[in-house]
């Protein structure tokens, strides 16, 4: 693994005197060329983290650090390091070329250096057309290209995005997000990429930061967090719909192992290592690719259908089954059920995923197979 390019050591934010803890003691190492997401809903911390990494907000405790550098006592403008956020902070009434050429024109940079730099960040970004015409003929996707080339010119060391896509349409986010992955493959950068939108995470970065309630729960590789997420907040936020998550406990009778939901019980002896696992109050996690609707009498549960919603060629049937809404994934091509109708649920049992109820972690039992949210293109 190459060094660390960056590093947030136990770092802190208060705000309000210690009342609102936004950036609870979150330690991150992120290595030169990676691209990592933060990930997590609104309000978890996200913005402040990148907002202390930039300089822009002082952390009431802890360390960042660049190179192995501390950079908390470095100014803002003096880090290096890039920040894009949503709203474009693009001058409308400028030229895009004045527009791409302000950062180092405030820097005083020689004319000539400052016009090389923008016409290789032009080309790289495909703009190399618009550099005459003011800002604000450009559209929504262009706006942000040239949001992004004015920090690229710069040549920050680290490049820290801001949800840069959602003001965009879906069309034109697709196209961004292709094109940022082309940037990061052709220039190296290292990025840190803050969304709420896991799909974008997935398909943009290496590493995923899931983040709740100002505290990092788990960073994994993208190919990775799926298939094993180590904690229930991840399991119960990724994927469309979420993994079902199912309170329960582990109960051992007759040399066989149960998991006693209160509304149904699983025979777990023939997928799992007895040996290893103590009674207790466990949380189950089932992909609802992992459950199969079968005919009343015949499954492992039973419940009523609430709701079903086609999407392209899947369905998401949910089921009531103990006062839980319930989702299953389902080939579209097959005979929807009706809602209100009474059907059994069948688990498979070589795809469950299982936590501690107090610690809320990754038990690690068996391995898993099905990777339960490809990321979309
Ligand atoms: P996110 O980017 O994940 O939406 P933020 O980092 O913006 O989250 O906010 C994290 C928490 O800190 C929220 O509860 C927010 O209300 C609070 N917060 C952010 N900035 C301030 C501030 N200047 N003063 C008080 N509370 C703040």
């Known amino acids: ?52 990494i930039v300089g822009l907000e ?40 004045k527009n791409l050429a302000f950062g180092l024109e405030i820097r005083k940079k020689p004319r000539r250096e400052i016009s ?8 790289l970004l495909g703009i190399t057309e618009r550099l005459k015409i003011p800002a604000r003929e450009l559209g929504g996707s262009e706006l942000q290209r040239v949001a992004i080339g004015r ?15 959602s003001n965009l349409e879906a069309e034109s986010r697709l196209a961004m ?10 220039i190296g950068l290292t990025i840190i990429y803050v969304t709420h939108d896991q799909i974008e995470a997935l398909s943009l970065a290496n590493k995923i930061a899931v983040m709740n309630a100002g505290k990092i ?25 979420p993994m079902n998550l199912f309170q329960g406990r582990f109960k051992h009778h007759a040399d066989q192992l149960y998991f006693e939901h209160g509304v149904f019980s699983l025979n777990l ?18 992909g609802p690719e992992s459950l199969r609707l079968v005919s009343p009498g015949s499954g492992d549960a039973s419940g009523l259908v609430s709701r079903v919603e086609t999407m392209g060629s899947e369905r998401v049937i ?18 929807p059920p009706r809602t209100e109708e009474a059907v059994d649920i069948a688990f498979d049992l070589n795809t469950l995923h299982i936590f501690d109820a107090d610690s809320n972690l990754r038990i690690d039992l068996h391995e898993t197979k099905v990777d339960h949210c490809e990321p979309a293109n």
């Open 1 to 52: 693994m190459s060094k660390p390019k960056l590093e947030l050591v136990a770092l802190r934010k208060e705000y309000d005197n210690g009342a609102v803890v936004a950036v609870d003691d979150i330690d991150l190492t992120i290595s030169a060329g990676e691209t990592i997401a933060l990930l997590g809903s609104s309000g978890c911390g996200k913005s402040t983290t990148l907002n202390m």
């Open 58 to 97: 002082q952390p009431t405790s802890g360390d960042i650090h660049v190179d192995g550098q501390s950079v908390v006592k470095i100014p803002a403008g003096k880090r290096n390091i890039g920040l894009v956020f949503q709203d474009y902070a693009v001058f409308t009434s400028m030229t895009v070329y």
């Open 116 to 123: 090389k730099a923008v016409f290789e960040v032009a080309e």
């Open 151 to 165: 920090t690229l010119v710069t040549k920050p060391d680290i490049l820290l995005l801001d949800e840069p896509l």
């Open 177 to 186: 997000r292709r094109e940022l992955r082309r940037l990061q493959q052709e």
């Open 217 to 241: 729960v788990q960073v994994e590789l993208t190919t990775e967090i799926c298939r094993r997420p180590g904690h229930v907040f991840v399991a119960g936020f990724l994927g469309s719909p």
């Open 269 to 286: 002896s023939s997928t799992l290592n007895l040996v290893s696992i103590p009674s207790g109050r466990v949380i189950l996690g089932v």
């Open 318 to 335: 949910t089921v009531e089954i103990g006062g839980q809404a319930v989702h299953i994934l389902d080939s579209a091509a097959v005979l």
